[in-house]
């Protein structure tokens, strides 16, 4: 705590926590495409398309997943089987790996799990920013031109995937916390 690694993590937290997905994706465009002409602004023709757009779309969660496994972490550091672990003697990587890192991992797949179907839901404005034809867009076109089995098809699938997200999340609850088994 305190480090420069700790101050850094903190700065890109609250900077990414500050700015939405299309300023960002806005930013982007500008440096890369404009001032640089490194990367191209719009399409899918290549991979050199996703990087802007995936770099918009996992700003805003990278720091989000950032903060929560620094204050987990934190969390977990100062309870009392971790401090057990230290007096017994047992080197601090094996502390942090064996004891602490597992349990301040499920908050931040908690969160995982929750920001798998969110950002379906912020892939609409990413995706208007960069032109990039995805279910997002689909939706948001189905809805305008009043395509009802577009929309339908989308927000099955939407519904789909949080049931499919939920399970695996809950499944792997149990692989990494050996205390929560489910009844056979």
């Given at each position: 705590?305190g480090?420069?690694?700790?101050r850094?993590?903190?700065?890109?937290a609250?900077?990414?926590l500050?700015m939405p997905?299309?300023?960002?994706?806005?930013?982007?465009?500008?440096?890369?495409?404009?001032?640089?002409?490194?990367?191209?602004?719009?399409?899918?023709?290549?991979?050199?398309h996703?990087l802007?757009?995936?770099?918009?779309?996992?700003?805003?969660?990278?720091?989000?997943?950032m903060?929560?496994?620094?204050?987990?972490?934190?969390?977990?550091?100062?309870?009392e089987?971790?401090?057990?672990?230290?007096?017994?003697?047992?080197?601090?990587?094996?502390?942090?790996?064996?004891?602490a890192?597992?349990?301040?991992?499920?908050p931040?797949?908690?969160?995982a799990?929750?920001?798998?179907?969110?950002?379906?839901?912020?892939?609409v404005?990413?995706?208007?920013?960069?032109?990039?034809p995805?279910i997002?867009?689909?939706?948001?076109?189905?809805?305008?031109?009043?395509?009802?089995?577009?929309?339908?098809?989308?927000?099955?699938?939407?519904?789909?995937?949080?049931?499919?997200?939920?399970?695996?999340?809950?499944?792997?609850?149990?692989?990494i916390?050996?205390?929560?088994?489910?009844?056979?």
């Amino acid at each position: 705590v305190g480090g420069w690694w700790d101050r850094g993590g903190k700065i890109f937290a609250l900077l990414g926590l500050s700015m939405p997905s299309f300023w960002v994706g806005l930013l982007l465009i500008l440096f890369f495409s404009v001032y640089l002409g490194w990367l191209p602004s719009s399409g899918s023709g290549t991979a050199l398309h996703v990087l802007m757009p995936a770099f918009a779309l996992g700003w805003y969660f990278a720091a989000a997943h950032m903060r929560l496994a620094r204050s987990s972490m934190l969390e977990v550091l100062g309870s009392e089987y971790v401090k057990l672990a230290r007096l017994k003697g047992l080197p601090e990587a094996r502390v942090i790996a064996k004891h602490a890192f597992k349990n301040a991992l499920i908050p931040v797949l908690t969160l995982a799990g929750i920001n798998l179907v969110l950002m379906v839901n912020v892939a609409v404005v990413v995706e208007t920013v960069f032109a990039w034809p995805g279910i997002g867009r689909l939706l948001y076109e189905g809805i305008a031109f009043r395509d009802f089995p577009v929309v339908k098809a989308t927000v099955l699938l939407g519904g789909s995937m949080i049931v499919v997200v939920n399970l695996v999340i809950d499944l792997l609850y149990a692989v990494i916390d050996p205390r929560i088994r489910y009844e056979r």
